[in-house]
């Protein structure tokens, strides 16, 4: 592989990575407007158990659980497997997530995977598709003194 071909390579896995950043800080921070400028327009989302998505089914299930609540979500996704192949690109995530809702001092902690498809389009790299995989889910309550929490038996 010649070195502009390396470049570009590097170039598009490194802004896969700011796009992949910009779809979690955005779900953090409650902002439709910038969960929607990450997905192409027709974008399927498959988010077990909740089912699978195209983009406004994504607002509207995030807009119902996340945005018109006081729930507090932190999303990290970390050890991201890309790949490049010309104008699409497929790649698994780790996440970690954690939400606590303080209205009653609930939490929930989870790992899992995500696994992306990207295409370019118009220079700039968008998610076609995204498959969230949960690993293991703990949920569990804040009381004053004592935390109580159990592993959620349905997930694999």
Same mark, same amino acid.
């Given at each position: 592989?010649?070195?502009?071909?390396?470049?570009? &390579?590097?170039?598009?896995?490194?802004?896969?990575?700011?796009? #992949?950043?910009?779809?979690?800080?955005?779900?953090?921070?409650?902002?439709?407007?910038?969960? &929607?400028?990450?997905?192409?327009?027709?974008?399927?989302?498959?988010?077990?158990?909740?089912?699978?998505?195209?983009?406004?089914?994504?607002?509207?299930?995030?807009?119902?659980?996340?945005?018109? +609540?006081?729930?507090?979500?932190?999303?990290?996704?970390?050890?991201?497997?890309?790949?490049?192949?010309?104008?699409?690109? +497929?790649?698994?995530?780790?996440?970690?997530?954690? +939400?606590?809702?303080?209205?009653?001092?609930?939490?929930?902690?989870?790992?899992?995977?995500?696994?992306? #498809?990207?295409? #370019?389009?118009?220079?700039?790299?968008?998610?076609?598709?995204?498959?969230?995989?949960? &690993? #293991?889910?703990?949920?569990?309550?804040?009381?004053?003194?004592?935390?109580?929490?159990?592993?959620?038996?349905?997930?694999?």
């Amino acid at each position: 592989m010649d070195l502009e071909a390396r470049i570009e &390579r590097l170039e598009a896995e490194s802004a896969i990575r700011a796009l #992949k950043a910009r779809y979690l800080n955005a779900c953090d921070r409650k902002d439709v407007a910038a969960i &929607r400028a990450c997905f192409a327009p027709d974008a399927v989302i498959d988010f077990p158990p909740l089912g699978e998505f195209d983009l406004d089914g994504l607002i509207g299930i995030f807009t119902q659980m996340a945005v018109t +609540t006081t729930i507090i979500d932190s999303h990290h996704g970390h050890n991201a497997v890309i790949d490049i192949d010309g104008d699409t690109a +497929t790649a698994v995530w780790n996440l970690g997530f954690a +939400t606590i809702n303080p209205d009653d001092n609930s939490f929930r902690l989870l790992a899992g995977f995500y696994t992306d #498809k990207y295409e #370019k389009c118009e220079g700039k790299w968008l998610i076609t598709y995204t498959k969230s995989e949960p &690993r #293991k889910i703990i949920d569990g309550r804040l009381d004053d003194n004592a935390i109580s929490a159990g592993l959620l038996k349905d997930i694999a």
